[in-house]
């Protein structure tokens, strides 16, 4: 299979270059060429790869479908210069001439919405109310699924899956190890099709000033008290340059500021966990919760934290670390593109990805949770379900088939959100690329290895403006987040969050005030408004009294059942 | 026989439409047309308060009635007392202060001789009342702020320890409601500054002859003067006795101020924003619907009664 790849790379290679040469790339034929090329490979390269050709044969007569879909204001700024160029609309754009061209399925757009401050889940609610469903269309929002499905609305795809669905786009669709299509179970049957995106991007990683510990002489942390002891070491050298020196980042809504923190504790106030009994216990209430907490009120008394940050969102909070006032912060790999900011302004700050810091000095387990741009589902009157296959082989060869201009389809200023059905690429599609880099890097650069995203990453690698932060992300250096992130996947320390099921009534009832209630309970002790022990066992009675005690059971309930169907 | 005469043609006038007045009436017709549309129509919504109301079923279709247990829910909240309390005494504040302070500025504003000062400082004042409460609410923040904020290095620099506005609870609720006034006022004094503008200046001419001094005019004949606007004014915002400004709180407040800062509002947002609960945001409506009709109809009483103003 790897030579067939190669050959048709080859092949598509010299086919660029002949059409690069004859085709002005902002020119409607280019359009049409892309297109054409696409419709031409799309069945051989199913056909050799997975004998599955007949999966994306074209009907005889047209097929028409209505979907509606979403986009973001960055897709629709670009989409004027493309409309320019080539006449793409957000209506008829690529893709939708890709699936006329290739497949005969016609793609009617009833409507599209901006997605921002969760409009399309809004727009499509309003939709569905008024009885305007379209043929098939993505689903974002676990509760809707569900009860579209409880409404017999939509179909569900068990069989469709099986019979239409290539095996490239299942390999993609189960990479989470099928947690969303558990999600998107009601009464033993599944109704949604995932659309799965990188799991990862809830993996916390600790970022340090690594100036900062070059002038000091100091070690990465492996242990929470190391970590403590660089705090006070940067805050007495006043690195900060003044008084104001702080230890770390932290902000109002706690969690992403300090989820490793917790997690260097084995506590996890975010999740459903395994405890020992085999059962599900929400996270938040266990003992671990209480030792982080009293090790958060030990930086904020010694002065560590900024006192302001209960009033301060992540990005205000962020401001210590550009003003040089902070050294540590936990973040995602994205913070690379704020620490570049620094960087442009004081070139002689450097930082640093390492391990998580934990209690024992024991490396530090995460949990994730499943990512999704949603589910694809099927109305329940639609005669072709197999559409939504179709479609879905045509956009996954599109992206990452290394057809030609692969970058065209895919990662091109986000033309994947373009596809019908958003883009839906490996759960762990962050670390694959990221390997597909280090591939490319072993080679000594050579960029035929690189697919789909890897090839805009590499390019982001080796030109542009940002090359330092995407160096501090997905380069091949040793202290890198995508080091760690691998470290913790090849040595299977990574988790799911436990409960996947939709909340019943009376946890949709509760639930948003008890993890309010926590927040607060939990912002309370670190700032010593109460003591731990007090504060926290005031918590875990409020928890009980609001009925965490009863969602308990009934999440065990769903567990017990998930786990005796999988048996 | 004259007098059936004339009791007809008064009876005639007061119920026909002249033919001069038709067109008049004629002009709205769309008025009341989209009043219909988009006021009356969706009133048939307010069922949802009281179904448990899932959107994939439909508007209208076989949604679950649950009688009054989405009020039941939202006063069964943990915090519905506090919440009330807070939505109340903001509410309340904003209410009398945005009453008394542009009334006092307007009057004190007239008194400036420089006309020129005058419209500076109006124009100055009314500044705030155009930024949104996402800017004006950074602005303050950073103004507020314990270790940098001007505020507190200016207390800093008399020998106050600083003071954390935003995040104290002994603080947060007069925060609200200053910086409120600090972003209203200047609007409430340019409505008033008009109304003082169309006083008879014949008026103060004649109470200076009477040997008025400018207190006594300013008494006497500006403050009776501005009466029924000061009615209207005090009418209109008794309905907002539950509206306490989401959009200032949203934007000011954290967990750690809930206690004093939490409003009904702001406590439904966060119950929806998780799931789509469109049935107990339709009870809070309602709820704060009858609220605000008891206290406008009151005050419009009182206003009748007492002040002799009326509208119908």
């Not at chain 1, 995460?366 to 082989?393: C, D, F, M």
């Not at chain 2, 539950?242 to 939490?262: C, K, R, W």
Request: glycine share 8%.
């Amino acid at each position: 299979m790897k030579r067939i790849l190669t050959l048709a790379l080859a092949l598509c290679l010299s086919l660029i270059l002949v059409t690069a040469l004859a085709v002005d790339q902002h020119d409607k034929d280019y359009f049409d060429t892309q297109v054409q090329l696409l419709a031409d490979n799309l069945q051989k390269f199913y056909e050799e790869n997975y004998g599955e050709g007949d999966l994306v044969a074209p009907y005889d007569e047209p097929v028409e479908v209505t979907i509606v879909n979403y986009y973001n204001t960055n897709l629709e700024t670009n989409m004027a210069t493309w409309t320019d160029w080539w006449g793409e609309t957000l209506e008829n754009n690529r893709y939708v001439a890709a699936a006329e061209k290739a497949l005969n399925i016609k793609i009617k757009y009833l409507w599209l919405k901006n997605d921002a401050d969760k409009g399309y889940e809004k727009q499509l609610r309003l939709a569905i109310t008024a009885g305007e469903i379209p043929d098939m269309f993505i689903v974002t929002n676990q509760n809707d699924l569900v009860q579209l499905a409880e409404s017999g609305l939509i179909m569900p795809v068990d069989d469709v899956v099986d019979k239409y669905f290539t095996t490239w786009d299942k390999e993609i669709q189960s990479s989470d190890g099928g947690k969303l299509y558990e999600m998107a179970m009601y009464d033993g049957q599944c109704y949604g099709i995932p659309c799965n995106i990188s799991d990862t991007d809830t993996f916390s990683y600790i970022w340090l000033r690594k100036d900062w510990m070059e002038k000091l002489n100091l070690e990465a942390p492996k242990t929470m008290d190391d970590l403590r002891n660089i705090m006070l070491a940067f805050k007495e050298a006043k690195l900060g340059g003044s008084e104001n020196t702080y230890g770390m980042v932290i902000d109002k809504d706690l969690y992403y500021s300090t989820r490793g923190l917790f997690a260097g504790f084995g506590a996890y106030p975010e999740f459903w966990v395994e405890d020992e009994n085999g059962g599900l216990v929400w996270g938040g209430t266990q003992e671990n919760v209480k030792k982080a907490l009293t090790y958060l009120n030990g930086l904020y008394n010694d002065g560590l934290l900024d006192k302001e940050f209960i009033t301060q969102s992540n990005t205000d909070a962020k401001a210590l670390m550009f003003n040089s006032q902070a050294g540590i912060l936990y973040a995602g790999h994205w913070l690379a593109h704020d620490l570049q900011k620094l960087h442009d302004n004081d070139p002689e700050s450097d930082w640093i990805c390492v391990a998580l810091p934990s209690e024992t000095g024991a490396p530090v387990e995460q949990y994730l949770t499943p990512v999704k741009r949603g589910w694809i589902v099927i109305n329940e009157s639609y005669e072709h379900p197999e559409v939504a296959a179709k479609i879905r082989a045509l956009c996954t060869f599109a992206a990452q088939g290394g057809i030609c201009d692969g970058t065209w389809w895919f990662s091109n200023d986000q033309a994947q959100a373009l596809e019908p059905f958003q883009a839906s690429v490996s759960s762990w599609d962050n670390y694959n690329t990221y390997l597909n880099l280090l591939e490319c890097y072993d080679k000594g650069g050579d960029t035929s290895v690189l697919r789909a995203k890897a090839i805009t990453y590499w390019n982001n690698l080796t030109s542009g403006s940002s090359i330092w932060a995407w160096e501090h992300m997905f380069g091949n250096g040793e202290t890198t987040p995508m080091v760690v992130l691998r470290d913790a996947i090849e040595n299977e320390r990574i988790h799911y969050d436990g409960f996947l099921g939709a909340q019943n009534e009376f946890m949709q009832d509760r639930w948003s005030v008890i993890k309010d209630e926590q927040l607060t309970a939990f912002t309370k002790i670190i700032i010593g408004e109460v003591g731990v022990e007090e504060g926290f066992a005031d918590w875990l009675k409020t928890f009980d009294s609001m009925g965490g005690t009863q969602i308990t059971r009934d999440v065990n309930e769903w567990y017990a059942q998930s786990q005796a169907m999988k048996e | 026989m004259t007098q059936k005469n004339t009791a007809t043609h008064s009876h005639k006038r007061r119920r026909g439409i002249s033919r001069a007045e038709l067109p008049l009436h004629l002009m709205l017709i769309p008025g009341i047309v989209i009043i219909f549309i988009f006021h009356y129509i969706p009133l048939g919504g307010l069922v949802i308060a009281f179904q448990r109301f899932i959107p994939a079923k439909g508007l209208f279709g076989n949604q679950k009635w649950v009688g009054l247990q989405n009020f039941e829910y939202i006063f069964s909240m943990p915090n519905t007392m506090n919440v009330l309390t807070n939505t109340v005494v903001i509410a309340g504040a904003k209410i009398v202060l945005n009453l008394i302070i542009p009334i006092t500025v307007a009057l004190m504003l007239n008194e400036l001789q420089s006309s020129k000062l005058k419209r500076t400082v109006q124009t100055v004042i009314y500044f705030p009342h155009f930024l949104s409460w996402i800017i004006f609410g950074s602005i303050i923040m950073d103004l507020l702020s314990p270790q940098n904020g001007i505020v507190n290095k200016l207390l800093g620099a008399l020998g106050t320890d600083p003071i954390f506005f935003l995040g104290d609870n002994r603080y947060f609720r007069q925060t609200i409601i200053w910086t409120d006034i600090w972003k209203n006022f200047g609007y409430g004094t340019v409505v008033y500054m008009a109304s003082i503008t169309s006083i008879d200046p014949t008026l103060y001419e004649a109470a200076a002859i009477d040997g008025a001094n400018r207190c006594q005019q300013t008494r006497h004949v500006t403050l009776p003067g501005m009466r029924m606007i000061i009615v209207l004014m005090m009418v209109l915002s008794l309905g907002n006795v539950l509206n306490a400004g989401f959009d200032q709180i949203y934007n000011m407040y954290s967990p750690i101020v809930y206690e004093t800062g939490d409003i009904i509002d702001t406590m439904v947002y966060r119950l929806g924003m998780e799931n789509a609960k469109y049935s107990p945001a339709a009870a809070v409506g309602i709820f704060k619907s009858v609220v605000s009709m008891v206290f406008i109809s009151a005050s419009y009483y009182v206003a009748d009664r007492f002040f002799d103003y009326r509208l119908f």
